[in-house]
């Protein structure tokens, strides 16, 4: 009987990875394709849980978790109406939920509220379900995600050579605009993230023109999008890729000045797609954000319950900002978070924000994980001007980048390794320590 660790949950974990990516790409609620995702990765994650692991998971980052679902529950379970007296606008107090006014939700939309709950759970499940792997297991599912990356980006390729504005309409429950993805964001998003993984498999895994190439295909593949944030914040993370990157890799000086050559003519390119009238119009980003400080403001304590955003905002939008077209996010997804949250959604994304940073220092010395904390610190800049993270294909995407980086099992990899030498002892060959490596 063979002693070698099975591989199975790797495999089940990647396809499942795989297959967010090529239909998770819908912003819309209820669609037929998350709610399949999301069950998929509930059973594959419960499967994988079944099995015994000798990997740790951080209690701190466990605990977060904890907190985050128990917010989400604490929404949808019915409370004194009391409770709310001063809390929030008359307008959002809805109808009680039993006779007259007995109790009351803190979510003003529990439907919404539930698949919300599902969507984390989901989240939530992978990312353990990783953190379950051995370290090169965690490794091994990023062919998975390459495949899924090259997907998107084959669909997207045929897209833009075809026409400037191609809609693909009945193959999946939405829309597709860009790549598998109905946001052409969202589509800039997958890719910008890929970028330091592909830095990363041409430095380290000596693979140089192959990272080559698919490197210059992300970049000319955000040029075609046109999404201003994903050009710009596709050049800020390539630089920092390479520079961050390449300082312990094996790549000569000259391979570094070609890339940094490549770049100044993208950003000549980037720059040409920008157009600063266009950055905030009158009905844009700064008025969302306006507005849904506003609703802050006045929901401070309970928020108005998770995936309640746009019923919500309309009741704080200004008579003068009502068009044909409907504000359906923030495009902050933390207002937007705080807005349905309250404090205590605040409180847990400082707690999040203070794990990521404390976890800076331990992953430095790793080059994935660096390579992966470059994708979740740009995906959180993104997450400044957009939603991306409201997508199943990115969420996912998002859980396997934080369980990179947060996976003991790396440093605890790194703490084993030391320097043997094998020595002659009275005709035996020995092992002997002789130090430990930096």
């Keep these: 009987m063979s002693d070698r660790p099975s591989e199975w949950d790797k495999y089940l974990l990647g ?62 379970v019915p409370l004194p109406a009391a409770i709310f007296n001063g809390l929030r606008p008359e307008l959002l107090l809805g109808e009680p939920w039993a006779d007259e006014t007995q109790f009351r939700f803190i979510s003003v939309g529990v439907g919404r509220t539930i698949e919300c709950l599902l969507y984390l759970l989901a ?28 997907c998107n980006g084959l669909a997207g390729a045929i897209q833009y050579s075809l026409s400037d504005n191609i809609a693909i309409v009945g193959l999946l429950p939405f829309t597709i605009n860009a790549g598998l993805f109905a946001n052409v964001n969202h589509f800039s998003a997958l890719l910008f993230v890929s970028i330091p993984f592909v830095v990363y498999y041409g430095l380290f895994r000596g693979h140089l023109l192959s990272g080559s190439v698919g490197l210059i295909a992300l970049l000319l593949l955000l040029l075609a999008a046109g999404s201003r944030a994903g ?22 000086g000259l391979t570094i000045l070609l890339i940094f050559t490549g770049l100044t003519a993208y ?23 306006r507005t849904t400080i506003e609703g802050i403001k006045d929901n401070w304590a309970t928020g108005v319950g998770f995936g309640n955003f746009q019923k919500a905002y309309q009741i704080y939008e200004r008579g003068g900002m009502i068009f044909r077209q409907y504000v359906n996010h923030a495009h902050n997804e933390y207002l937007e978070i705080a807005f349905e949250g309250g404090i205590p959604a605040i409180l847990l994304m400082a707690g999040y924000f203070a794990l990521l940073f404390a976890a800076l220092a331990r992953v430095r010395r790793d080059p994935l994980q660096k390579a ?47 320097e043997m030498i094998e020595v002659d002892h009275n005709g035996d060959k020995l092992s002997v320590l002789i130090g430990t490596s930096s």
């Design 267 to 289: 950003t000549i390119g980037a720059w040409t797609k920008i157009d600063a009238d266009a950055l905030d119009p009158a009905f844009g980003r700064g008025e969302f954000a």
């Design 231 to 252: 050009v710009l914040i596709g050049l800020a993370i390539t630089i920092l890729s390479v520079v961050f990157l390449s300082a312990r890799s094996r790549a000569s």
């Design 123 to 150: 989240a939530a499940g992978f990312f353990l379900a990783v953190l379950r792997l051995r370290a090169e297991q965690v490794s091994a599912l990023l062919p998975f995600f390459f495949m899924g990356v090259i």
């Design 15 to 76: 396809s499942v990875l795989f297959i967010s990516l090529l239909i998770g790409g819908g912003t819309a609620s209820g669609l037929y394709t998350d709610t399949l995702i999301q069950v998929v990765v509930i059973i594959s994650a419960a499967v994988v849980f079944s099995q015994t692991s000798g990997q740790r998971i951080s209690r701190s980052v466990l605990w977060l978790l904890i907190f985050a679902v128990a917010l989400i529950v604490l929404q949808i």
């Design 372 to 418: 992966a904390f470059l994708s979740v610190s740009f995906l959180l800049i993104h997450s400044l001007v957009d939603y991306p993270l409201r997508t199943e294909a990115l969420a996912m995407t998002f859980a396997y980048m934080n369980a990179i980086i947060f996976h003991k099992g790396f440093a605890e990899r790194l703490s084993r390794k030391s």
